[in-house]
């Protein structure tokens, strides 16, 4: 089983960025699909974006595509998402999640997960607020 930790979070105002990071840990990443979640006070958990380590294919879901931006450090074992143009709506405690491709095949498919298989860290508060 992969640990996940999330650093990176904390307060900006709208317009300003944030980077998260995901440290992974007890495992290659080779045969896993990381996504970055995120859930809002008394809204349903949303896949943000998801990257498959394999064939790199990517997905954002649509609300941040064009501000998001999904990438890793392969000799670090840790993903990122890069939070540009933030705005009040993006506050939300963002989760960071692998799961093996045996669970799920690609990154839309992860993203679009309702429950929570595989590792999931203990979550990043971001708050955009002026």
């Known amino acids: 089983q992969l640990q996940v930790v999330e650093s990176g979070g904390g307060l900006v105002q709208p317009g300003g960025s944030l980077r998260l990071s995901c440290a992974v840990s007890g495992g290659t990443l080779d045969y896993y699909i990381i996504g970055w979640f995120r859930q809002a006070p008394g809204k349903e958990r949303e896949g943000v974006s998801c990257?498959?380590?394999?064939?790199?294919?990517?997905y954002y879901t649509d609300s941040v595509k064009g501000r998001f931006f999904i990438s890793r450090d392969n000799a670090k074992n840790t993903i990122y998402l890069q939070m540009n143009s933030l705005k009040p709506e993006d506050t939300a405690v963002y989760y960071c999640?692998?799961?093996?491709?045996?669970?799920?095949?690609?990154?839309?498919?992860?993203?679009?997960?309702?429950?929570?298989?595989?590792?999931w860290g203990q979550g990043a508060q971001v708050t955009v607020s002026s």
């Open positions: 990257v498959s380590i394999r064939d790199d294919g990517t």
């Open positions: 999640a692998a799961i093996s491709i045996w669970t799920v095949k690609t990154a839309q498919d992860m993203c679009a997960i309702t429950h929570r298989p595989g590792s």
